[in-house]
């Protein structure tokens, strides 16, 4: 009971019991991580003396946080399936994916907008939930909120902004799914997700 009610504090908690079944079912390492700036959860395939491992990032909020463990689950039964024969988000995972949402739609634990934006994306899922802008902003909605925090489609054309690692560009013109923007420390060109998190430059 100890193991769902600390799920219960990152997910909805009609999701904590039946992650938890999961976690045990398939005897998985399942870690509460920091904040990592690439990714939002990770899986690790059974490896010498060690079993299944997943990690989800702490600071996301309780819906993310469902979505992105479904993501590492459909990973682990994958590999259970057919070990390292398929694509990392291939046919095999995504069907897995489809599958091991299901309960938690009977459930009916996702609010109408992200519902819908997670059966668009289950259609064809992609290898991240951070790349279907439309699910990725379903989802953001729910996030805690940060006045000071923006989102780059947000800013207007050529506005100055920084990152958190404070290197600071000019927004420019949207390439088809990404910005072109250009940072001002070092005048190379890098390309921007438009829900990038940024800060406005006064």
Avoid at 26 to 35: D, P
Avoid at 87 to 92: F, I, T, Y
Wanted: net charge positive.
């Amino acid at each position: 009971m100890e193991k769902v009610n600390v799920l219960a504090q990152y997910m909805p908690a009609e999701a904590a019991l039946l992650i938890a079944k999961w976690i045990d079912y398939f005897q998985c390492e399942f870690k509460i991580a920091k904040t990592r700036s690439t990714k939002l959860g990770d899986y690790r395939h059974p490896y010498r003396d060690k079993g299944h491992r997943i990690s989800v990032n702490f600071n996301l909020n309780h819906y993310s946080f469902l979505v992105t463990t479904v993501h590492e689950f459909a990973h682990l039964l994958t590999w259970n399936d057919f070990k390292n024969k398929v694509k990392p988000h291939g046919s095999e995972w995504k069907n897995n994916f489809k599958r091991m949402m299901v309960p938690f739609f009977d459930m009916k634990i996702f609010p109408e907008d992200v519902h819908k934006a997670i059966n668009n994306y289950m259609s064809n899922p992609a290898a991240s939930s951070c790349s279907d802008l439309h699910l990725s902003r379903a989802l953001k909605k729910y996030d805690a909120i940060n006045t000071d925090v923006l989102h780059l489609e947000q800013l207007p054309l050529h506005a100055d902004f920084k990152i958190k690692d404070g290197r600071r560009f000019t927004k420019g013109e949207r390439i088809r799914k990404r910005y072109r923007c250009v940072c001002l420390d070092d005048k190379r060109i890098y390309l921007f997700n438009p829900l990038a998190e940024v800060f406005l430059i006064a």
